[in-house]
C-alpha cells in the first residue's frame, strides 16, 4: 500500500507530500491543483513502462508542465522574480510504501550537448535521478537502487553492484531493467505499478463505446474506456459476486436490473436496463449519461481482479446527486480490497466517503502554489528527495 505521495516543480504545485490510506480523498475549489495531483500520479506510473517522457511530450513538453511560479517564494512586498530560472529544471514525483519506495528526477539536457552530430530530439527532458528504497524515508540506509545519469546500481548482502551497461537519459530504471535476479525489488515494484488503474471522465456521451455492442470475452477488469462494460458486468456476474452487483445496481436505480445479451452468431454483448413500471427494457443507447456513468462505476469498482491501487478523478461527472451515495458505497466496498483514491469536487460525494473512514485532504492555493488547507508547515509526511 502506498503510504505518502510527493510532487515537487509540477504547475501550481511547488511542494507537496500527502499521507495516503486504504480510502483517501482529495478535494478542493477549481484550480486549487486537484487534476494536477492526478496527473502527476498517472506520470508517475508511466515511468514503469518507459511511458514518462511520452506522457511528458503529450502534455506540451516539459517547460509547460514546471512550477509557474518563482523559484524562492519571496517576502510579502518583495519585487516578483523575473522569468528566466536560476536554478536547474527539476520535475520530481514519488512515493513512498508500506514495501518499497521509489522517486524518479526530470531536468532538461545540457545547453551544450556533446558530440557526435545533434540529434532532433536533443530538447527532450532527461531522467537524472532515479531511486528505491525500503521502509518509509529515503535514507542511505534504506537505499536499495538508484540511477544518476546513465549509472545505475543495487545494493546486495555483499555492497553495491553495478550492471554492465549504461542507461540512455529517456529510458527508466523501472522501465527497462527487469533483472529479478540483480534487482527484484526493481521488478516487485514495476509489476505493482503497471497495475496500477485511472478512470478520468469515461465517454458516455451518444458515440461512447459502452453504448455500442462489442465482441465479449472474459473481462476482469473495465478498459479505460468503457468500451466492453457488457463483458465486465457478465464477468461479475459468472466468476464474481452476482447478488452484489444486482444490490448495487438496485441501491443506485432503485428496482432496476442489468442484463447483457449476447447474439450467438456474432458473439457480441449489448447491455440493456429493465427498470420497474416499463414493459420493455431499455438498451445502452437509451440510457441517460447519469445512468450508464453509474453502471461503469459498478463495473470498474466490482472487479474481479482487484489492483493495488485504483485512482477516480471526478467520479461524480453526470451523476444525479441522488447517485452518490450509492457510489461512496461502492467505492468504499473496492478500498476493502484496493487501495482508492478518489479526486472529486463533489461535497456530497467527499462528505459520504468520510463517513465511511476515507482520509480527506482539502486543496487550496496560497501565493499561487497547491497547498493543504489547514496543515501548517510542519506537518504532513516526512519526505526526502534523492539529490542529483
Same mark, same amino acid.
Given at each position: 500500500?502506498?503510504?505518502?505521495?510527493?510532487?515537487?516543480?509540477?504547475?501550481?504545485?511547488? =511542494?507537496?507530500?500527502?499521507?495516503?490510506?486504504?480510502?483517501?480523498?482529495?478535494?478542493?475549489?477549481?484550480?486549487?491543483?486537484?487534476?494536477?495531483?492526478?496527473?502527476?500520479?498517472?506520470?508517475?506510473?508511466?515511468?514503469?513502462?518507459?511511458?514518462?517522457?511520452?506522457?511528458?511530450?503529450?502534455?506540451? $513538453?516539459?517547460?509547460?508542465?514546471?512550477?509557474?511560479?518563482?523559484?524562492?517564494?519571496?517576502?510579502?512586498?518583495?519585487?516578483?522574480?523575473?522569468?528566466?530560472?536560476?536554478?536547474?529544471?527539476?520535475?520530481?514525483?514519488?512515493?513512498?510504501?508500506?514495501?518499497?519506495?521509489?522517486?524518479?528526477?526530470?531536468?532538461?539536457?545540457?545547453?551544450?550537448?556533446?558530440?557526435?552530430?545533434?540529434?532532433?530530439?536533443?530538447?527532450?527532458?532527461?531522467?537524472?535521478?532515479?531511486?528505491?528504497?525500503?521502509?518509509?524515508?529515503?535514507?542511505?540506509?534504506?537505499?536499495?537502487?538508484?540511477?544518476?545519469?546513465?549509472?545505475?546500481?543495487?545494493?546486495?548482502?555483499?555492497?553495491?553492484?553495478?550492471?554492465?551497461?549504461?542507461?540512455?537519459?529517456?529510458? $527508466?530504471?523501472?522501465?527497462?531493467?527487469?533483472?529479478?535476479?540483480?534487482?527484484?525489488?526493481?521488478?516487485?515494484?514495476?509489476?505493482?505499478?503497471?497495475?496500477?488503474?485511472?478512470?478520468?471522465?469515461?465517454?458516455?456521451?451518444?458515440?461512447?463505446?459502452?453504448?455500442?455492442?462489442?465482441?465479449?470475452?472474459?473481462?476482469?477488469?473495465?478498459?479505460?474506456?468503457?468500451?466492453?462494460?457488457?463483458?465486465?458486468?457478465?464477468?461479475?456476474?459468472?466468476?464474481?459476486?452476482?447478488?452484489?452487483?444486482?444490490?448495487?445496481?438496485?441501491?443506485?436505480?432503485?428496482?432496476?436490473?442489468?442484463?447483457?445479451?449476447?447474439? $450467438?452468431?456474432?458473439?457480441?454483448?449489448?447491455?440493456?436496463?429493465?427498470?420497474?413500471?416499463?414493459?420493455?427494457?431499455?438498451?445502452?443507447?437509451?440510457?441517460?449519461?447519469?445512468?450508464?456513468?453509474?453502471?461503469?462505476?459498478?463495473?470498474?469498482?466490482?472487479?474481479?481482479?482487484?489492483?493495488?491501487?485504483?485512482?477516480?478523478?471526478?467520479?461524480?461527472?453526470?451523476?444525479?446527486? =441522488?447517485?452518490?451515495?450509492?457510489?461512496?458505497?461502492?467505492?468504499?466496498?473496492?478500498?476493502?480490497?484496493?487501495?482508492?483514491?478518489?479526486?472529486?469536487?463533489? =461535497?456530497?460525494?467527499?462528505?459520504?466517503?468520510?463517513?465511511? $473512514?476515507?482520509?480527506?485532504?482539502?486543496?487550496?492555493?496560497?501565493?499561487?502554489?497547491?497547498?493543504?488547507?489547514?496543515?501548517?508547515?510542519?506537518?504532513?509526511?516526512?519526505?526526502?528527495?534523492?539529490?542529483?
Amino acid at each position: 500500500m502506498l503510504t505518502a505521495l510527493a510532487i515537487e516543480g509540477y504547475r501550481p504545485i511547488r =511542494s507537496l507530500a500527502l499521507e495516503l490510506a486504504p480510502l483517501t480523498v482529495v478535494t478542493g475549489a477549481n484550480g486549487s491543483g486537484k487534476s494536477s495531483l492526478y496527473r502527476a500520479l498517472r506520470l508517475l506510473a508511466a515511468s514503469a513502462t518507459d511511458g514518462a517522457i511520452p506522457a511528458l511530450a503529450r502534455e506540451g $513538453g516539459l517547460a509547460s508542465t514546471l512550477w509557474a511560479g518563482p523559484e524562492v517564494p519571496g517576502r510579502s512586498g518583495a519585487p516578483a522574480q523575473g522569468t528566466v530560472r536560476g536554478g536547474p529544471v527539476a520535475l520530481r514525483l514519488g512515493f513512498a510504501g508500506s514495501d518499497y519506495g521509489s522517486a524518479i528526477d526530470f531536468g532538461l539536457p545540457p545547453a551544450q550537448p556533446p558530440p557526435p552530430p545533434p540529434s532532433a530530439f536533443r530538447r527532450d527532458p532527461e531522467i537524472k535521478v532515479e531511486a528505491v528504497w525500503t521502509g518509509p524515508v529515503l535514507r542511505s540506509a534504506t537505499l536499495l537502487s538508484e540511477r544518476r545519469g546513465p549509472l545505475v546500481r543495487h545494493r546486495r548482502d555483499d555492497g553495491w553492484v553495478s550492471p554492465d551497461f549504461r542507461l540512455a537519459p529517456w529510458v $527508466g530504471m523501472l522501465g527497462t531493467f527487469a533483472d529479478p535476479a540483480a534487482a527484484p525489488e526493481l521488478l516487485a515494484l514495476r509489476e505493482g505499478m503497471r497495475g496500477w488503474r485511472f478512470y478520468d471522465h469515461v465517454r458516455t456521451d451518444a458515440e461512447a463505446p459502452a453504448r455500442h455492442p462489442q465482441v465479449g470475452t472474459r473481462t476482469p477488469v473495465l478498459a479505460s474506456d468503457g468500451s466492453d462494460l457488457a463483458a465486465a458486468l457478465q464477468t461479475i456476474r459468472e466468476q464474481g459476486d452476482a447478488d452484489e452487483l444486482d444490490a448495487a445496481v438496485d441501491r443506485g436505480l432503485p428496482g432496476s436490473r442489468a442484463a447483457v445479451d449476447v447474439d $450467438g452468431a456474432t458473439g457480441r454483448f449489448s447491455l440493456s436496463v429493465r427498470q420497474p413500471g416499463l414493459l420493455r427494457a431499455f438498451d445502452a443507447t437509451e440510457l441517460s449519461d447519469g445512468t450508464l456513468r453509474y453502471l461503469l462505476w459498478v463495473a470498474a469498482l466490482l472487479s474481479t481482479r482487484p489492483s493495488e491501487l485504483l485512482v477516480l478523478n471526478e467520479p461524480e461527472t453526470s451523476l444525479h446527486p =441522488s447517485l452518490l451515495e450509492p457510489l461512496a458505497e461502492l467505492i468504499a466496498a473496492a478500498s476493502r480490497a484496493s487501495q482508492v483514491l478518489v479526486v472529486s469536487h463533489a =461535497s456530497e460525494l467527499v462528505d459520504a466517503l468520510e463517513r465511511a $473512514g476515507a482520509l480527506r485532504h482539502e486543496l487550496s492555493k496560497s501565493e499561487g502554489q497547491t497547498v493543504v488547507e489547514g496543515r501548517g508547515l510542519l506537518e504532513g509526511p516526512h519526505w526526502v528527495w534523492p539529490k542529483r
